[in-house]
C-alpha cells in the first residue's frame, strides 16, 4: 500500500513542475525572444506523459499490492475507530479512510489506515466500534479489509 502513495504523490510533484517548461515556453513566444521554444515543449510533453502514468499507474499497483496482502498477510480482527470520506467517488461509490485498531492474534495491537470504497448497501459494517476481519502484512502497518 506504500508504492501507489508514493506513485501518487510523485505524480503531482511532476504535475506542478511540468509549468515550468509551460511558462518558459509562453514567455518565449510571447516576447519574441532568440531563445528556441521547442526544448522546453519536449519537456513540457514528457512530464506530461510522466504525469500520467504516475497517476494513472498507481491504480493498479494498488490492486497488485492489495492482492498480495490477501494472498501472503495474516488475518485478523480489527476495531473501525473513525469513517472519514475522501471526497473522491467511484461509481457513485464514496472513497473513505477507515482507520483501524488492528488485534493481530499473536501480536502487539497497531492502528491502521485504510482507503476503501463505501458499498451502496451494507455500508453499516463500516460503522465506528464494529469489528471487521481484514488481513495484514507482518512487521508493517499494510493492512486491507478482508472482503469474503
Do not use: C
Not at 510523485?10 to 509549468?19: E, T
Not at 518558459?24 to 516576447?31: H, L
Not at 499490492?65 to 476495531?79: D, L, N
Amino acid at each position: 500500500m506504500v508504492w501507489d502513495r508514493r506513485m501518487r504523490k510523485a505524480g503531482w510533484a511532476v504535475f506542478f513542475i511540468m509549468w515550468v517548461p509551460f511558462a518558459v515556453m509562453i514567455y518565449t513566444v510571447v516576447t519574441d525572444d532568440e531563445m528556441d521554444f521547442v526544448r522546453p515543449m519536449a519537456i513540457f510533453f514528457v512530464l506530461f506523459i510522466l504525469v500520467f502514468i504516475l497517476l494513472f499507474g498507481s491504480f493498479p499497483v494498488g490492486r497488485y499490492e492489495e492482492g498480495r496482502i490477501r494472498r501472503t498477510g495474516i488475518p485478523a480482527e480489527a476495531v473501525v475507530l473513525s469513517v472519514t470520506e475522501t471526497g473522491t467517488s467511484y461509481n457513485d461509490q464514496p472513497m473513505v479512510v477507515v482507520a483501524l485498531e488492528v488485534h493481530p492474534p499473536y501480536d502487539a495491537v497497531f492502528t491502521a489506515t485504510v482507503e476503501s470504497l463505501m458499498p451502496y448497501y451494507g455500508g453499516e459494517e463500516l460503522a465506528p466500534g464494529k469489528k471487521v476481519r481484514v488481513v495484514f502484512t507482518e512487521g508493517t502497518r499494510d493492512v486491507v479489509i478482508d472482503e469474503r
